[in-house]
């Protein structure tokens, strides 16, 4: 079975929800088991929720990929890392050789339904609709900041670690994706509500550079409905190989 169990429709895709006036009403797919964070407004999610939940019997990470090479941080690389869930994407931040950074965030909002909608939909009055759709921003990391990057690959070793932690006997939740890529090094890691100590603490360090470099600040811009190939696309081919 593909890790990308069921993905989010596309931007702007329209998802109803169920709203009575002034409540509010949480919902899971699988009672009793974790569901994908949402978002912050501005930034994809820093942390992960605990690797192995207490009194879960957990499995050890499968070995780490045989790769050519050693990875070098002080020659030039690649990243990206993917956090969010196989239902609904991936928010990303993706680093090229020379800092620039691409970044892709999802969005949501509530709005009224139209009159049209609410009849194909039977709506009751007290309904509304919630739509999600992501958003794209780009910024150069400044020498300093690739210096504090390079650090940080370096203190995650990434080659060290497996290249699947997942948590047996959990379904959708959390997972993350990271990549990074050096000449013949092309190395993946995916996470499935379990998630490595040294990989959570990079994701930290990783957010506080580009905040530091200007994240927060920054524009961004919704991407149109429908565009492909997906932001998240590639980074899920590459898990389906990994897993299956």
């Known amino acids: 079975m593909s890790a990308r169990r069921l993905l989010w429709p596309g931007c702007g895709?329209?998802?109803l929800v169920i709203i009575?006036?002034?409540?509010?009403?949480?919902?899971?797919?699988?009672p009793g088991q974790p569901q994908p964070p949402s978002p912050a407004a501005d930034v994809p999610p820093a942390h992960a929720p605990d690797a192995a939940p207490p009194g879960r019997a957990s499995t050890p990470?499968?070995?780490a990929v045989a790769l050519t090479g050693a990875l070098d941080p002080a020659r030039p690389f690649s990243l990206e890392l993917g956090r969010g869930s196989g239902r609904f994407g991936l928010s990303t931040i993706a680093i090229d050789e020379?800092?620039?950074?691409v970044l892709h965030a999802e969005r949501k909002g509530q709005r009224k339904p139209t009159a049209?909608?609410?009849r194909e939909h039977d709506l009751r009055p007290d309904e509304n609709i919630t739509e999600g759709w992501w958003e794209r921003a780009q910024l150069d990391l400044p020498p300093a900041s690739m210096d504090e990057l390079r650090a940080?690959?370096?203190?995650l070793d990434p080659l060290a670690l497996a290249a699947v932690h997942k948590e047996p006997g959990v379904y959708d939740g959390t997972q993350w994706v990271f990549?990074?890529?050096?000449?013949?090094?092309d190395h993946l890691i995916y996470c499935d509500n379990r998630f490595p100590e040294t990989l959570?603490?990079?994701a930290t360090t990783l957010d506080g550079i580009l905040d530091r470099a200007g994240r927060r600040g920054l524009t961004f811009t919704r991407v149109p409905e429908g565009t492909k190939p997906r932001h998240d696309d590639v980074l899920w081919e590459r898990v389906d190989k990994l897993v299956r």
């Open 179 to 185: 990549r990074i890529q050096q000449g013949q090094i």
């Open 116 to 118: 049209k909608e609410r």
């Open 152 to 155: 940080a690959v370096r203190v």
């Open 200 to 202: 959570k603490a990079f």
């Open 61 to 63: 990470p499968a070995p």
């Open 13 to 15: 895709t329209l998802v």
């Open 98 to 101: 020379r800092g620039h950074v």
């Open 20 to 30: 009575a006036v002034g409540t509010l009403a949480g919902c899971r797919d699988h």
